[in-house]
């Protein structure tokens, strides 16, 4: 996270600036020309759902109004970080439920109307473009998935090999065992690579990324994915990005069954959980997966983000698979399980509590919500 940070801070607002021209406000480190904006409609926004990431807002505003974002650098100067895994995730949830919400406010509408061509790719792809196509990647996942399994099941799969095997179509028997290679969250890391190399020099910024590796850091990446998806989606299609309080404490602290599982159970364990079935009922139904080799082969990147989705918040956990704590976090989350609370019971009490919590948005936006 940190690394990210530094890329971002640097090499990223440079070249938003120049020559992309499209860099907005990111936080604290900007400042405002505050007699500029109190003349163009102000500084404060007019909702707390819409306007959850403040910042970025403010840069639209500037640039609709004709002003244009610079980036001056004067010293560098590291910034504390989110550094628990449930920190991060829970910032990265704020930032893409934020960026749900700029899809649909007015401000991205008319900035995609009137910047040229060029200039609104670039805008595209520094703001909603990227959590956009972080969310076609995971449904991309899916929709291949859910094909395979299809073929399987009809026979199609099976007549498909009959028939290459019969006719000895190479071709053919290419597409069916077509290695299904997607960027699973590994190339974020780039960046930071390119900033270490200013930095420091290519081979000490090829050997950190080497070091990240080892330290399981596409694992990182690969649950990061499922953050971003989950709640930018959700946004897109449910509304109410809301401030998430990160704390930014302590972390080595080890955290309870119940409080990841609260914070993951829809987002990673559900659809990892999902995604797995699918590939042991494919596994057991496909004629392409009777060869082993094959079968890895396809799948191997699948099984990878079923594995990262359920196993990074224990991994990265501080005394995860500690015997005794183990003990503790499931006589803890059974309480959590069975409490019958009042009508002022909280989330992290009760089950029962958390679950209406988790489903409250379907009241509104589901099938037989109402507006």
Not at 63 to 84: A, F, M, P, S
Not at 157 to 178: C, F, P, R, Y
Request: net charge positive; glycine share 10%.
């Amino acid at each position: 996270m940190s690394a990210q940070e530094t890329s971002f801070v640097t090499l990223g607002q440079r070249v938003l600036a120049n020559p992309l021209k499209v860099r907005m406000h990111y936080g604290h480190p900007d400042v405002f020309d505050r007699i500029w904006f109190l003349s163009r409609g102000g500084i404060s926004k007019a909702s707390r759902v819409i306007n959850i990431s403040e910042d970025i807002f403010a840069g639209f505003n500037c640039t609709l109004r004709g002003g244009n974002v610079t980036h001056h650098e004067y010293i560098q100067v590291g910034k504390g970080r989110d550094v628990g895994l449930n920190q991060i995730s829970m910032f990265e949830a704020k930032v893409a439920s934020g960026n749900g919400e700029q899809v649909l406010s007015r401000d991205v509408y008319r900035l995609g109307h009137r910047l040229d061509f060029f200039r609104m790719l670039s805008f595209y792809y520094t703001t909603i473009g990227f959590y956009f196509n972080t969310m076609m990647v995971v449904l991309t996942v899916y929709a291949f998935l859910w094909g395979r399994l299809y073929m399987a099941l009809s026979g199609i799969e099976g007549a498909i090999k009959g028939a290459k095997d019969s006719t000895n179509n190479s071709a053919l028997g290419a597409v069916l065992n077509q290695q299904f290679v997607i960027q699973l969250g590994l190339f974020t890391a780039l960046p930071m690579i390119v900033e270490n190399s200013l930095e420091h020099g290519f081979l000490a910024a090829v050997w950190d990324f080497l070091t990240m590796q080892i330290q399981l850091a596409s694992i990182f990446y690969t649950f990061s994915l499922g953050t971003k998806t989950h709640y930018f989606g959700r946004t897109l299609l449910h509304g109410g990005a809301k401030y998430r309080a990160t704390g930014r404490g302590f972390v080595v602290q080890h955290k309870g069954f119940a409080e990841n599982y609260r914070l993951y159970a829809r987002s990673h364990f559900v659809k990892a959980i999902e995604l797995g079935v699918i590939l042991t009922v494919y596994a057991s139904y496909s004629a392409v997966a009777a060869d082993t080799f094959v079968y890895i082969v396809m799948t191997i990147s699948s099984w990878f983000l079923v594995v990262s989705w359920v196993m990074a918040p224990f991994v990265f956990n501080p005394s995860g698979f500690d015997w005794l704590k183990t003990v503790y976090d499931f006589d803890d989350f059974m309480n959590w399980i069975w409490y019958r609370g009042g009508v002022f019971t909280k989330a992290e009490q009760s089950w029962e509590t958390w679950w209406y919590e988790e489903q409250s948005h379907l009241k509104t936006t589901g099938l037989w919500g109402s507006c």
